[in-house]
């Protein structure tokens, strides 16, 4: 199995960013496709973005498209979620996500029952 650990949370003013990253250990990274989830206080979790096991296939929630990009570097078993123009709406606890059984180049699952590991998360709060 692997274990994630989540940095890189924080407070930031309406419009800055924040590089969330994810270190993972155990068991050969790249036979993940990984994914960033986020959950506001009294919502659902909900998907933020996700890689494939290779890196070459990433999606990104609507909500965020065109402000946050996710990455992975498999050689240091790290995932990162770069976000910017963070917006209040933004604030929320974020955790990176782990799942096996998926081919290299395979579209990386958008649903929380997909993922079979999961971090501690990290707190990112935006203020107006």
């Known amino acids: 199995q692997v274990q994630l650990v989540e940095s890189g949370g924080g407070l930031v003013r309406a419009g800055g960013s924040l590089r969330l990253s994810c270190a993972a250990s155990?068991?050969?990274?790249?036979?993940?496709?990984m994914g960033w989830f986020r959950q506001a206080r009294g919502k659902e979790r909900e998907f933020v973005g996700g890689?494939?096991?290779?890196?070459?296939?990433?999606s990104l929630a609507g909500s965020v498209k065109g402000r946050f990009t996710i990455s992975r570097d498999n050689a240091k078993n790290a995932l990162y979620l770069q976000m910017n123009s963070l917006t209040p709406e933004d604030t929320a606890f974020y955790s990176c996500?782990?799942?096996?059984?998926?081919?290299?180049?395979?579209?990386?699952?958008?649903?929380?029952?997909?993922?079979?590991?999961w971090g501690q998360g990290t707190q990112v709060a935006v203020a107006s």
């Open positions: 996500a782990a799942t096996s059984g998926i081919s290299r180049s395979e579209w990386p699952p958008p649903t929380v029952p997909s993922y079979n590991y």
């Open positions: 155990g068991r050969t990274f790249s036979i993940y496709a």
């Open positions: 890689i494939s096991r290779s890196g070459d296939r990433t």
